[in-house]
């Protein structure tokens, strides 16, 4: 009996019935992406690529283009002009002796270069640093009372933004020429009420030899004179520094 039940039984079959088809379907999972891939557009990362490649060459090209020095073979000689001297760029330099490939990238960055501030002075502090000018001045008051300093003093300014300030301020005298140290010296006179006098120098690094031989740093032959300024009076300064823009 039981195996006449058994035999009328419908035979199972793997297809869905009715039921299972009226009912709403789940959504199947997303396959989860390998580890390690990019899910990026391969024209994407291609741009990107480049961007990042041009960004390390502007980056390389800056300290190259300041640090490669005009060199020349033994003998050669470069074009001369009518006179028989030879040819000068704008910044004073023979045009023949400049490096051609630093150079050039140097200037088809230029712009990318001073809109990321990556044009800096890399020359300043390594390999080859050179020597910190010096501002000593000397103001003498109506009742004869002589008030003396010096800038960049580390003991004087500070916090350090402070002596970094007045360091930049007598390095932009050494570049700008007298000009600017006539307006430190009126500057200082009205400040201190009296007529001043200014010396510009610069201190120079010590020698291997010079250390060796167990010379101070701040040794009085360390520092090299380069000129002075005399503070103007009132009148004189009036008539011949003009305020762009300002009236008289």
């Known amino acids: 009996m039981s195996k006449k039940r058994h035999e009328n039984q ?4 793997d297809e869905p019935s009715k039921a299972e088809k009226t009912q709403p379907a789940k959504k199947r999972a997303k396959p989860k992406r390998p580890a390690g891939e990019v899910p990026w557009h391969p024209a994407v990362r291609v741009i990107l690529s480049v961007l990042v490649i041009l960004h390390v060459t502007a980056v390389f090209v800056a300290p190259w283009a300041l640090s490669t020095k005009p060199a020349l073979p033994p003998g050669f000689v470069g074009p001369l002009d009518a006179n028989g001297q030879p040819q000068m760029i704008p910044n004073n330099h023979p045009a023949w002796q400049m490096p051609v490939v630093p150079q050039t990238l140097h200037k088809a960055f230029s712009h990318y270069l001073n809109l990321a501030y990556l044009n800096h002075g890399y020359e300043f502090f390594a390999p080859d640093p050179s020597g910190t000018h ?16 010096r800038f960049p003093d580390l003991e004087q300014q500070w916090p350090r933004l402070l002596y970094h300030r007045h360091m930049m301020l007598a390095e932009q005298t050494q570049r ?9 010296a009126d500057h200082l006179a009205r400040l201190h009420g009296g007529p001043c006098r200014l010396e510009l120098s610069v201190h120079l690094l010590l020698s291997p030899a010079d250390v060796l031989e167990g010379k101070e740093i701040d040794d009085p032959k360390t520092y090299q004179f380069i000129a002075s300024v005399e503070s103007q009076s009132e009148n004189q300064a009036a008539e011949t520094i003009a305020i762009p823009g300002g009236t008289q």
């Open 10 to 13: 419908p035979a199972r079959s």
């Open 134 to 149: 010096v501002i000593d001045y000397q103001v003498t008051q109506p009742d004869g009372t002589v008030v003396e300093g």
């Open 176 to 184: 700008m020429g007298l000009e600017s140290g006539q307006h430190y």
